[in-house]
Protein backbone atom coordinates (compact mmCIF):
# COMPACT_ATOMS: atom_id res chain seq x y z
CA UNK A 1 0.00 0.00 0.00
CA UNK A 2 1.33 3.29 -0.96
CA UNK A 3 1.90 5.81 2.48
CA UNK A 4 1.07 9.28 2.04
CA UNK A 5 2.34 12.20 3.65
CA UNK A 6 1.84 15.78 4.84
CA UNK A 7 3.87 16.97 2.00
CA UNK A 8 1.36 19.45 -1.03
CA UNK A 9 -0.20 17.29 -3.15
CA UNK A 10 1.44 16.64 -6.69
CA UNK A 11 -0.13 16.60 -10.51
CA UNK A 12 -0.17 13.12 -12.01
CA UNK A 13 2.57 14.78 -14.28
CA UNK A 14 5.01 15.33 -11.27
CA UNK A 15 3.89 12.29 -9.72
CA UNK A 16 5.12 10.05 -12.34
CA UNK A 17 8.47 12.03 -13.15
CA UNK A 18 9.00 11.08 -9.69
CA UNK A 19 8.51 7.31 -10.54
CA UNK A 20 10.51 7.58 -13.28
CA UNK A 21 13.48 8.95 -10.66
CA UNK A 22 12.95 6.09 -8.70
CA UNK A 23 13.15 3.73 -11.17
CA UNK A 24 16.74 5.13 -11.76
CA UNK A 25 15.47 6.17 -15.21
CA UNK A 26 18.14 8.83 -16.76
CA UNK A 27 16.72 9.89 -19.70
CA UNK A 28 13.85 10.16 -22.02
CA UNK A 29 13.28 10.30 -25.51
CA UNK A 30 10.19 12.32 -26.79
CA UNK A 31 8.48 14.49 -29.33
CA UNK A 32 6.19 17.09 -27.13
CA UNK A 33 2.72 16.91 -27.67
CA UNK A 34 0.10 18.83 -26.19
CA UNK A 35 -1.42 16.04 -24.64
CA UNK A 36 1.24 15.43 -22.01
CA UNK A 37 2.31 19.11 -21.28
CA UNK A 38 1.99 18.41 -17.46
CA UNK A 39 4.33 15.84 -17.92
CA UNK A 40 7.03 18.08 -19.67
CA UNK A 41 6.49 21.12 -16.86
CA UNK A 42 7.57 18.70 -14.20
CA UNK A 43 10.64 17.48 -16.17
CA UNK A 44 11.35 20.84 -16.04
CA UNK A 45 12.13 20.19 -12.14
CA UNK A 46 13.91 17.39 -12.62
CA UNK A 47 17.07 18.11 -13.78
CA UNK A 48 18.21 14.74 -12.98
CA UNK A 49 16.86 13.40 -16.13
CA UNK A 50 17.66 14.60 -19.52
CA UNK A 51 15.26 14.76 -21.79
CA UNK A 52 15.84 14.12 -25.26
CA UNK A 53 13.52 15.73 -27.91
CA UNK A 54 13.41 13.88 -31.53
CA UNK A 55 12.21 14.69 -34.71
CA UNK A 56 9.38 12.02 -35.32
CA UNK A 57 7.85 9.48 -32.68
CA UNK A 58 9.81 6.60 -34.59
CA UNK A 59 12.72 7.92 -34.29
CA UNK A 60 12.25 8.50 -30.47
CA UNK A 61 11.00 5.01 -30.13
CA UNK A 62 13.88 3.35 -31.38
CA UNK A 63 16.26 5.18 -29.15
CA UNK A 64 14.56 4.85 -26.18
CA UNK A 65 14.76 0.46 -27.98
CA UNK A 66 18.29 0.92 -28.29
CA UNK A 67 18.57 2.41 -24.68
CA UNK A 68 16.99 -0.20 -22.92
CA UNK A 69 19.63 -2.70 -24.83
CA UNK A 70 22.51 -1.12 -23.14
CA UNK A 71 21.50 0.99 -19.88
CA UNK A 72 20.32 -2.11 -17.69
CA UNK A 73 17.01 -1.03 -17.16
CA UNK A 74 13.74 0.05 -19.47
CA UNK A 75 14.44 2.85 -22.26
CA UNK A 76 11.66 5.16 -21.81
CA UNK A 77 9.52 7.17 -24.65
CA UNK A 78 7.04 9.81 -24.21
CA UNK A 79 4.80 10.34 -27.36
CA UNK A 80 1.81 12.32 -28.24
CA UNK A 81 -1.38 10.34 -29.06
CA UNK A 82 -2.93 9.37 -32.33
CA UNK A 83 -0.51 10.03 -35.05
CA UNK A 84 2.35 10.47 -32.52
CA UNK A 85 1.44 6.68 -30.80
CA UNK A 86 0.99 5.35 -34.23
CA UNK A 87 4.58 6.19 -35.47
CA UNK A 88 6.12 5.18 -32.23
CA UNK A 89 4.71 1.76 -33.52
CA UNK A 90 7.69 0.54 -34.97
CA UNK A 91 10.40 0.89 -32.08
CA UNK A 92 7.77 -0.63 -29.80
CA UNK A 93 7.87 -3.89 -32.71
CA UNK A 94 11.37 -3.77 -32.34
CA UNK A 95 11.56 -3.85 -28.72
CA UNK A 96 9.28 -6.85 -28.74
CA UNK A 97 11.31 -9.01 -30.76
CA UNK A 98 14.57 -8.13 -29.70
CA UNK A 99 13.44 -8.74 -26.10
CA UNK A 100 14.66 -5.20 -24.70
CA UNK A 101 12.88 -3.39 -22.01
CA UNK A 102 10.81 -0.63 -22.85
CA UNK A 103 7.87 1.90 -21.47
CA UNK A 104 6.57 3.76 -23.97
CA UNK A 105 3.81 6.69 -22.42
CA UNK A 106 1.28 7.78 -24.90
CA UNK A 107 -0.36 10.87 -24.44
CA UNK A 108 -4.33 10.44 -24.14
CA UNK A 109 -7.66 11.85 -24.37
CA UNK A 110 -8.96 13.17 -21.24
CA UNK A 111 -11.31 10.94 -19.76
CA UNK A 112 -14.17 13.05 -20.04
CA UNK A 113 -13.99 12.16 -23.95
CA UNK A 114 -12.70 8.83 -24.30
CA UNK A 115 -15.12 6.84 -26.20
CA UNK A 116 -16.70 9.21 -28.52
CA UNK A 117 -13.63 9.07 -31.32
CA UNK A 118 -12.64 12.59 -29.67
CA UNK A 119 -9.39 13.88 -31.80
CA UNK A 120 -7.05 11.35 -32.45
CA UNK A 121 -8.32 9.17 -29.93
CA UNK A 122 -7.14 5.53 -29.90
CA UNK A 123 -7.85 2.32 -27.95
CA UNK A 124 -4.45 1.44 -27.58
CA UNK A 125 -4.79 -1.61 -25.31
CA UNK A 126 -6.71 -3.14 -28.70
CA UNK A 127 -4.08 -1.31 -31.42
CA UNK A 128 -0.78 -2.51 -29.02
CA UNK A 129 -2.31 -5.25 -27.48
CA UNK A 130 -0.12 -7.95 -29.79
CA UNK A 131 3.05 -6.26 -29.58
CA UNK A 132 3.55 -5.02 -26.04
CA UNK A 133 3.83 -6.93 -22.82
CA UNK A 134 1.18 -5.12 -20.85
CA UNK A 135 -0.79 -2.42 -22.23
CA UNK A 136 -3.04 0.07 -19.44
CA UNK A 137 -4.65 3.40 -18.98
CA UNK A 138 -3.71 5.60 -15.71
CA UNK A 139 -6.94 6.54 -15.11
CA UNK A 140 -6.29 8.50 -11.84
CA UNK A 141 -3.57 10.42 -10.38
CA UNK A 142 -3.36 8.81 -7.08
CA UNK A 143 -2.84 5.20 -8.61
CA UNK A 144 0.16 6.04 -10.79
CA UNK A 145 3.22 5.09 -8.85
CA UNK A 146 1.44 1.63 -8.92
CA UNK A 147 1.21 1.70 -12.90
CA UNK A 148 4.40 3.09 -12.87
CA UNK A 149 5.88 0.41 -10.81
CA UNK A 150 3.89 -2.76 -12.47
CA UNK A 151 5.23 -1.52 -16.34
CA UNK A 152 8.88 -1.31 -15.17
CA UNK A 153 8.45 -4.39 -13.47
CA UNK A 154 6.87 -6.37 -16.53
CA UNK A 155 9.36 -4.86 -18.84
CA UNK A 156 12.27 -6.93 -17.32
CA UNK A 157 10.95 -9.44 -16.38
CA UNK A 158 11.26 -13.05 -17.36
CA UNK A 159 11.56 -12.51 -21.27
CA UNK A 160 11.99 -8.66 -20.99
CA UNK A 161 9.28 -6.47 -23.38
CA UNK A 162 7.57 -3.56 -24.33
CA UNK A 163 4.99 -1.90 -21.62
CA UNK A 164 2.62 0.66 -22.86
CA UNK A 165 1.01 3.41 -20.88
CA UNK A 166 -1.64 5.77 -22.02
CA UNK A 167 -1.80 8.76 -19.91
CA UNK A 168 -5.57 10.66 -20.06
CA UNK A 169 -4.29 14.43 -20.20
CA UNK A 170 -6.56 15.91 -17.60
CA UNK A 171 -5.64 12.82 -15.06
CA UNK A 172 -1.95 14.21 -15.75
CA UNK A 173 -3.19 18.06 -13.94
CA UNK A 174 -5.41 16.43 -11.38
CA UNK A 175 -3.26 16.44 -7.76
CA UNK A 176 -3.18 13.63 -5.56
CA UNK A 177 -1.58 13.46 -2.03
CA UNK A 178 2.12 13.25 -2.33
CA UNK A 179 3.19 9.27 -2.40
CA UNK A 180 6.51 8.11 -0.96
CA UNK A 181 8.55 7.16 -3.73
CA UNK A 182 10.47 4.56 -2.28
CA UNK A 183 9.93 1.44 -3.80
CA UNK A 184 11.96 -0.10 -7.01
CA UNK A 185 11.66 -3.97 -8.17
CA UNK A 186 14.95 -5.46 -8.95
CA UNK A 187 14.59 -8.59 -11.43
CA UNK A 188 17.44 -10.76 -10.77
CA UNK A 189 15.46 -14.10 -12.52
CA UNK A 190 15.58 -17.63 -11.67
CA UNK A 191 18.35 -19.42 -10.26
CA UNK A 192 19.08 -23.32 -12.45
CA UNK A 193 18.53 -26.31 -10.35
CA UNK A 194 21.94 -28.15 -9.25
CA UNK A 195 20.21 -31.56 -11.49
CA UNK A 196 19.80 -29.14 -14.33
CA UNK A 197 23.91 -28.13 -14.29
CA UNK A 198 24.40 -31.72 -13.52
CA UNK A 199 22.31 -32.99 -16.66
CA UNK A 200 23.96 -30.01 -19.24
CA UNK A 201 27.30 -31.59 -18.12
CA UNK A 202 26.31 -35.44 -18.80
CA UNK A 203 24.91 -33.86 -22.42
CA UNK A 204 28.34 -32.29 -23.01
CA UNK A 205 30.54 -35.16 -21.87
CA UNK A 206 28.91 -37.50 -24.21
CA UNK A 207 29.00 -34.50 -27.27
CA UNK A 208 31.54 -34.42 -30.17
CA UNK A 209 30.19 -31.58 -32.13
CA UNK A 210 28.81 -28.98 -29.36
CA UNK A 211 27.70 -25.61 -30.28
CA UNK A 212 26.83 -22.52 -28.30
CA UNK A 213 24.56 -20.28 -29.32
CA UNK A 214 23.70 -16.18 -27.35
CA UNK A 215 20.52 -14.86 -27.83
CA UNK A 216 19.12 -11.50 -26.57
CA UNK A 217 17.74 -12.66 -23.14
CA UNK A 218 19.42 -10.32 -20.15
CA UNK A 219 22.60 -10.22 -20.43
CA UNK A 220 23.89 -7.99 -17.84
CA UNK A 221 26.50 -9.88 -15.36
CA UNK A 222 26.66 -13.18 -17.50
CA UNK A 223 29.48 -11.93 -20.39
CA UNK A 224 32.52 -12.81 -18.22
CA UNK A 225 30.95 -16.27 -16.90
CA UNK A 226 30.03 -16.96 -20.21
CA UNK A 227 33.67 -16.68 -21.69
CA UNK A 228 35.29 -17.99 -18.89
CA UNK A 229 32.94 -21.30 -19.45
CA UNK A 230 33.57 -21.24 -23.08
CA UNK A 231 37.26 -20.48 -23.10
CA UNK A 232 37.77 -23.87 -20.25
CA UNK A 233 35.72 -26.19 -22.53
CA UNK A 234 36.92 -24.78 -25.51
CA UNK A 235 33.26 -24.81 -27.26
CA UNK A 236 32.93 -22.55 -30.49
CA UNK A 237 29.94 -19.73 -30.03
CA UNK A 238 27.41 -18.67 -32.57
CA UNK A 239 25.57 -15.27 -32.08
CA UNK A 240 21.89 -15.31 -32.72
CA UNK A 241 20.66 -12.23 -34.51
CA UNK A 242 21.52 -9.03 -33.78
CA UNK A 243 23.30 -10.30 -30.91
CA UNK A 244 26.96 -10.62 -31.41
CA UNK A 245 27.68 -7.97 -28.93
CA UNK A 246 27.13 -11.07 -26.23
CA UNK A 247 30.53 -12.68 -26.90
CA UNK A 248 33.80 -11.18 -28.03
CA UNK A 249 33.75 -11.41 -31.70
CA UNK A 250 37.65 -11.21 -31.76
CA UNK A 251 37.86 -14.45 -29.32
CA UNK A 252 39.17 -17.26 -31.69
CA UNK A 253 36.04 -19.47 -30.13
CA UNK A 254 33.62 -16.73 -31.63
CA UNK A 255 31.82 -18.92 -34.92
CA UNK A 256 29.86 -15.90 -36.23
CA UNK A 257 26.59 -14.82 -36.52
CA UNK A 258 23.42 -16.47 -37.86
CA UNK A 259 20.99 -14.06 -39.16
CA UNK A 260 20.50 -13.08 -42.36
CA UNK A 261 22.86 -14.27 -45.26
CA UNK A 262 24.21 -16.68 -42.94
CA UNK A 263 27.63 -17.57 -43.72
CA UNK A 264 26.80 -21.41 -45.43
CA UNK A 265 30.11 -23.11 -43.85
CA UNK A 266 28.38 -21.73 -40.65
CA UNK A 267 24.93 -23.06 -40.96
CA UNK A 268 26.16 -26.58 -42.38
CA UNK A 269 28.35 -26.04 -38.51
CA UNK A 270 24.82 -25.70 -36.59
CA UNK A 271 23.38 -27.94 -38.79
CA UNK A 272 26.03 -31.03 -38.32
CA UNK A 273 26.51 -30.09 -34.35
CA UNK A 274 25.20 -32.73 -31.99
CA UNK A 275 24.35 -30.86 -29.55
CA UNK A 276 23.23 -26.90 -29.48
CA UNK A 277 22.90 -25.19 -26.57
CA UNK A 278 21.10 -22.19 -26.68
CA UNK A 279 21.53 -19.28 -24.09
CA UNK A 280 18.71 -17.13 -24.10
CA UNK A 281 17.23 -16.98 -27.67
CA UNK A 282 14.60 -17.32 -29.58
CA UNK A 283 13.89 -20.19 -32.60
CA UNK A 284 12.61 -17.08 -34.56
CA UNK A 285 12.41 -17.23 -38.18
CA UNK A 286 15.93 -15.76 -38.83
CA UNK A 287 17.80 -18.17 -36.34
CA UNK A 288 15.58 -20.95 -37.20
CA UNK A 289 16.64 -19.79 -41.50
CA UNK A 290 13.31 -19.84 -42.02
CA UNK A 291 12.14 -22.82 -39.89
CA UNK A 292 14.57 -25.30 -41.87
CA UNK A 293 17.15 -25.66 -38.92
CA UNK A 294 17.07 -26.26 -35.34
CA UNK A 295 13.65 -27.97 -36.14
CA UNK A 296 12.12 -31.09 -34.33
CA UNK A 297 12.90 -33.00 -37.08
CA UNK A 298 16.53 -32.75 -36.29
CA UNK A 299 18.79 -35.55 -35.04
CA UNK A 300 20.80 -33.12 -32.77
CA UNK A 301 20.69 -32.41 -29.11
CA UNK A 302 19.21 -28.99 -27.91
CA UNK A 303 19.77 -27.94 -24.34
CA UNK A 304 17.59 -24.18 -24.06
CA UNK A 305 18.03 -21.93 -21.35
CA UNK A 306 15.89 -18.70 -20.90
CA UNK A 307 14.72 -16.76 -17.63
CA UNK A 308 11.13 -16.99 -19.25
CA UNK A 309 9.36 -20.14 -18.79
CA UNK A 310 6.81 -19.12 -21.08
CA UNK A 311 9.48 -19.01 -23.75
CA UNK A 312 10.88 -22.27 -22.91
CA UNK A 313 7.62 -23.89 -24.01
CA UNK A 314 8.02 -22.65 -27.66
CA UNK A 315 11.91 -25.26 -27.67
CA UNK A 316 11.74 -28.09 -30.74
CA UNK A 317 11.91 -30.92 -28.57
CA UNK A 318 14.48 -29.85 -25.91
CA UNK A 319 16.75 -32.70 -24.28
CA UNK A 320 17.19 -30.25 -21.85
CA UNK A 321 15.11 -26.67 -20.86
CA UNK A 322 16.78 -24.76 -18.44
CA UNK A 323 14.55 -22.06 -16.60
CA UNK A 324 17.27 -19.56 -15.62
CA UNK A 325 18.44 -16.24 -15.75
CA UNK A 326 22.00 -16.68 -17.74
CA UNK A 327 24.03 -14.41 -15.05
CA UNK A 328 23.30 -17.03 -12.47
CA UNK A 329 23.31 -19.98 -15.14
CA UNK A 330 26.52 -19.19 -16.24
CA UNK A 331 28.22 -17.95 -13.03
CA UNK A 332 27.33 -21.74 -11.75
CA UNK A 333 28.66 -22.87 -15.20
CA UNK A 334 31.62 -20.91 -15.27
CA UNK A 335 32.12 -22.00 -11.45
CA UNK A 336 32.11 -26.33 -11.95
CA UNK A 337 36.13 -27.26 -11.70
CA UNK A 338 37.46 -23.97 -12.14
CA UNK A 339 40.74 -25.62 -11.65
CA UNK A 340 40.59 -27.94 -14.33
CA UNK A 341 43.26 -27.75 -17.24
CA UNK A 342 41.49 -25.91 -20.33
CA UNK A 343 40.68 -29.08 -23.15
CA UNK A 344 43.09 -28.66 -26.19
CA UNK A 345 43.47 -29.00 -29.70
CA UNK A 346 41.19 -26.33 -30.60
CA UNK A 347 43.71 -23.22 -31.21
CA UNK A 348 42.75 -21.03 -34.35
CA UNK A 349 39.08 -21.45 -34.00
CA UNK A 350 38.25 -18.05 -36.11
CA UNK A 351 34.77 -17.51 -37.78
CA UNK A 352 36.41 -14.92 -40.41
CA UNK A 353 33.42 -17.03 -42.03
CA UNK A 354 36.46 -17.80 -44.80
CA UNK A 355 34.44 -20.27 -47.49
CA UNK A 356 36.99 -22.08 -48.94
CA UNK A 357 36.61 -22.45 -53.21
CA UNK A 358 35.19 -25.45 -52.16
CA UNK A 359 32.81 -24.30 -49.99
CA UNK A 360 33.67 -26.81 -46.59
CA UNK A 361 33.95 -25.37 -43.38
CA UNK A 362 37.66 -24.44 -42.36
CA UNK A 363 37.09 -24.82 -38.85
CA UNK A 364 37.14 -28.57 -37.08
CA UNK A 365 35.25 -29.49 -34.67
CA UNK A 366 36.51 -29.83 -31.07
CA UNK A 367 37.44 -32.86 -29.42
CA UNK A 368 34.88 -34.59 -27.48
CA UNK A 369 34.54 -32.64 -24.27
CA UNK A 370 35.28 -33.94 -21.09
CA UNK A 371 33.03 -32.69 -18.17
CA UNK A 372 33.64 -35.28 -15.91
CA UNK A 373 35.22 -33.94 -12.48
Known amino acids: MIETTKRPPLSGGQIL ?8 VERVFCVPGESYLAVLDAFVDAPEIQVVTCRQEGGAAMMAEADGKLGGIAGVCFVTRGPGATNASAGVHAARQASTP ?36 VDCAERMVEYVQRAFAVAAAGRPGPVVLALPEDMLRE ?28 LLAESRRPLVICGEA ?16 QLPVAAAFRCQDNFDNDNPLYVGDIGLGI ?9 SADL ?29 AHPSADELASAPNAALAINASMKKLLVALAGENAGETPLTGVSGYRVAATITSSGADPLPFPAPCNTAK
Open 263 to 271: NPALRRRVE
Open 218 to 233: PWSGARAPLHAWCERR
Open 175 to 202: TAPSPRFNFRLHSAGPAPDQADIDQLNH
Open 276 to 304: VIVLGGRFSEIVTQNYCILQPAATQKIIY
Open 17 to 24: VQCLLTQG
Open 102 to 137: MVLFIGQVGRDARDREAFQEVDYRQMYGGIAKWVAE
